[in-house]
Protein backbone atom coordinates (compact mmCIF):
# COMPACT_ATOMS: atom_id res chain seq x y z
CA UNK A 1 0.00 0.00 0.00
CA UNK A 2 1.05 3.56 -1.07
CA UNK A 3 1.13 5.94 2.04
CA UNK A 4 0.76 9.89 1.33
CA UNK A 5 0.71 12.11 4.17
CA UNK A 6 0.15 16.13 3.81
CA UNK A 7 1.27 18.80 6.16
CA UNK A 8 1.41 22.72 5.36
CA UNK A 9 -1.78 23.52 6.16
CA UNK A 10 -3.57 25.70 8.71
CA UNK A 11 -4.70 29.58 8.81
CA UNK A 12 -3.94 32.41 6.73
CA UNK A 13 -4.72 36.18 5.74
CA UNK A 14 -6.64 36.61 2.09
CA UNK A 15 -3.73 38.04 0.12
CA UNK A 16 -1.14 35.50 1.94
CA UNK A 17 0.47 32.38 0.41
CA UNK A 18 0.81 29.11 2.54
CA UNK A 19 2.91 25.80 0.47
CA UNK A 20 1.10 21.93 1.04
CA UNK A 21 3.69 19.24 1.33
CA UNK A 22 2.89 15.57 0.52
CA UNK A 23 5.07 12.79 1.03
CA UNK A 24 4.98 9.68 0.32
CA UNK A 25 6.44 5.91 1.40
CA UNK A 26 6.87 4.58 -1.93
CA UNK A 27 10.07 4.26 -3.40
CA UNK A 28 9.20 4.63 -7.09
CA UNK A 29 7.74 7.61 -6.67
CA UNK A 30 8.55 9.15 -10.48
CA UNK A 31 6.07 6.20 -11.47
CA UNK A 32 3.14 8.06 -9.73
CA UNK A 33 1.42 11.29 -11.48
CA UNK A 34 0.14 13.40 -8.49
CA UNK A 35 -2.33 15.50 -7.81
CA UNK A 36 -4.44 17.61 -5.22
CA UNK A 37 -7.91 18.18 -4.62
CA UNK A 38 -9.85 19.90 -1.98
CA UNK A 39 -13.73 19.45 -0.64
CA UNK A 40 -15.24 22.82 1.02
CA UNK A 41 -17.86 22.72 3.68
CA UNK A 42 -21.16 21.88 1.58
CA UNK A 43 -19.50 21.11 -1.47
CA UNK A 44 -18.01 18.58 -3.65
CA UNK A 45 -14.43 17.19 -3.60
CA UNK A 46 -12.88 19.59 -6.62
CA UNK A 47 -9.79 19.06 -8.62
CA UNK A 48 -7.02 21.83 -7.92
CA UNK A 49 -3.73 20.69 -9.66
CA UNK A 50 -1.77 17.85 -10.99
CA UNK A 51 1.84 17.33 -12.48
CA UNK A 52 2.77 13.80 -14.48
CA UNK A 53 5.94 12.24 -13.55
CA UNK A 54 7.06 11.68 -16.94
CA UNK A 55 7.76 15.41 -18.04
CA UNK A 56 6.58 17.39 -15.56
CA UNK A 57 3.80 18.86 -17.41
CA UNK A 58 1.08 20.60 -15.26
CA UNK A 59 -2.59 20.59 -15.18
CA UNK A 60 -4.64 23.41 -12.59
CA UNK A 61 -7.99 24.03 -12.28
CA UNK A 62 -9.63 27.39 -13.80
CA UNK A 63 -9.73 28.94 -10.28
CA UNK A 64 -6.52 28.74 -9.12
CA UNK A 65 -4.09 29.29 -12.53
CA UNK A 66 -2.34 32.07 -11.84
CA UNK A 67 -2.33 31.65 -8.23
CA UNK A 68 -1.41 27.86 -7.25
CA UNK A 69 2.21 26.16 -8.30
CA UNK A 70 1.85 22.42 -7.90
CA UNK A 71 5.69 20.67 -7.89
CA UNK A 72 7.81 17.55 -7.21
CA UNK A 73 10.85 16.59 -5.80
CA UNK A 74 11.18 13.00 -7.01
CA UNK A 75 14.37 12.68 -4.64
CA UNK A 76 12.34 13.19 -1.90
CA UNK A 77 9.00 11.28 -3.13
CA UNK A 78 7.13 14.68 -2.26
CA UNK A 79 4.98 16.70 -4.16
CA UNK A 80 3.89 20.22 -3.10
CA UNK A 81 1.50 22.95 -3.57
CA UNK A 82 2.55 26.74 -3.29
CA UNK A 83 -0.48 28.47 -2.84
CA UNK A 84 -0.41 32.70 -3.53
CA UNK A 85 -3.26 35.08 -3.02
CA UNK A 86 -5.19 33.56 -1.12
CA UNK A 87 -8.88 33.69 -0.91
CA UNK A 88 -11.73 33.07 1.45
CA UNK A 89 -13.52 30.34 -1.37
CA UNK A 90 -9.66 28.75 -0.99
CA UNK A 91 -10.79 27.77 2.19
CA UNK A 92 -10.87 23.48 2.42
CA UNK A 93 -9.28 20.46 2.88
CA UNK A 94 -6.51 20.20 0.68
CA UNK A 95 -5.62 15.83 -0.31
CA UNK A 96 -3.04 14.67 -2.16
CA UNK A 97 -3.88 12.27 -4.89
CA UNK A 98 -1.63 9.67 -6.58
CA UNK A 99 -2.24 7.83 -9.95
CA UNK A 100 0.22 4.77 -10.98
CA UNK A 101 1.04 6.18 -14.58
CA UNK A 102 -0.24 5.93 -16.80
CA UNK A 103 -3.46 7.11 -15.35
CA UNK A 104 -4.02 10.88 -14.54
CA UNK A 105 -6.25 13.46 -13.54
CA UNK A 106 -9.55 12.28 -15.35
CA UNK A 107 -8.89 8.90 -13.78
CA UNK A 108 -9.59 7.25 -10.43
CA UNK A 109 -7.28 8.15 -7.85
CA UNK A 110 -5.29 5.33 -6.72
CA UNK A 111 -4.15 6.58 -2.77
CA UNK A 112 -5.44 9.40 -1.23
CA UNK A 113 -3.56 10.86 1.66
CA UNK A 114 -5.68 12.39 5.08
CA UNK A 115 -6.00 15.82 3.61
CA UNK A 116 -4.64 18.82 5.65
CA UNK A 117 -7.47 21.95 6.66
CA UNK A 118 -6.79 25.45 4.75
CA UNK A 119 -8.56 28.18 6.42
CA UNK A 120 -8.61 31.91 4.69
CA UNK A 121 -9.84 34.55 6.41
CA UNK A 122 -11.44 38.05 4.66
Known amino acids: QVQLVESGGGLVEAGGSLRLSCTTSVRTFSNYNMGWFRQAPGKEREFVAA????????DYADSVKGRFIISRVNAKNTVYLQMNSLKPEDTAVYSC???????????????WGQGTQVTISS
Open 97 to 111: AAWRRPNYKDSPVDY
Open 51 to 58: IRSIDGTT
